[in-house]
């Protein structure tokens, strides 16, 4: 069974409008979530961590955490087409991990 | 600052092939070392960490191993390649056990088996 869920599959917003990714884990012991987005023909890159119930803003980027549900979510304000990437939810059973399951992804299309 | 470099860039083999990829970081010490196998389009799947020279921890098995013979080296390999290994291998580093950083990865390797 597979430890972390993602929706959607995929989405498409205009450009400078907003992005919103959501992630659910399934086993109550991974609270600990990534956000990665991964461009074509790349490897991944992290833009973000969430540890802590609520939100955390970094620049454009917002996560939310609700460790109750164990949901995440990423948004993206002012989206624009370099955002288009697949972006994934990671998550762990310890902040310092040495296992990471990710999610299966959400590709991104930012329309011009 | 710190580069990790992957190679080769692409692989096409025969299935029952043996394989060897590699990944080298530079300008850092000691990092926790990974990799990850992503099948094209899909999600990562974690196969082995490492977290000092010579040990090697297994995450799932996939008729995969992998060995890390110097500090800043991580090699994959297999001596039978199956159908199943197709697809796109990626190293990946932290700094070490007790922190909370990030991945960095390389820009992978692409595997095809015939």
């Known amino acids: 069974q597979q430890k972390v869920q993602q929706s959607p599959e995929s989405l498409s917003v205009p450009e400078g409008g907003m992005a919103s990714f959501n992630c659910t884990s399934s086993?109550?012991?991974?609270?600990y979530f990534w956000w990665y987005r991964q461009h074509s023909g790349e490897g991944p890159k992290a833009l973000m961590?969430?540890?802590?119930?609520g939100d955390k803003k970094e620049g454009r980027f917002t996560a939310h955490l609700n460790k109750a549900s164990l949901h995440v979510s990423l948004h993206i304000r002012d989206s624009q087409p370099s955002d288009s990437a697949l972006y994934f939810c990671?998550?762990?059973?310890?902040?310092?991990?040495?296992?990471?399951?990710f999610g299966s992804g959400t590709k991104l299309t930012v329309e011009p | 600052a710190q580069t990790i470099h992957q190679w080769p860039v692409a692989e096409i083999k025969a299935v029952g092939s043996p394989l060897s990829l590699g990944c080298t970081i530079k300008?850092?010490?000691?990092?926790?070392l990974y990799w990850y196998w992503q099948a094209t389009g899909g999600t990562l799947q974690q196969l082995f960490y490492s977290i000092t020279v010579g040990q090697v921890e297994s995450v799932v098995q996939l008729n995969l191993s992998a060995s890390r013979p110097k500090d800043d080296q991580f090699i994959l390999s297999t001596e039978k390649l199956l159908l199943s290994h197709s697809g796109f291998y990626l190293c990946a580093w932290s700094l070490e056990q007790g922190s909370n950083e990030r991945l960095f990865f390389g820009h992978g390797t692409k595997l095809s088996v015939l």
């Open positions: 961590s969430i540890f802590s119930d």
């Open positions: 990671a998550a762990s059973d310890l902040p310092n991990y040495n296992v990471l399951y």
């Open positions: 086993d109550r012991n991974f609270q």
């Open positions: 300008g850092k010490s000691s990092p926790n």
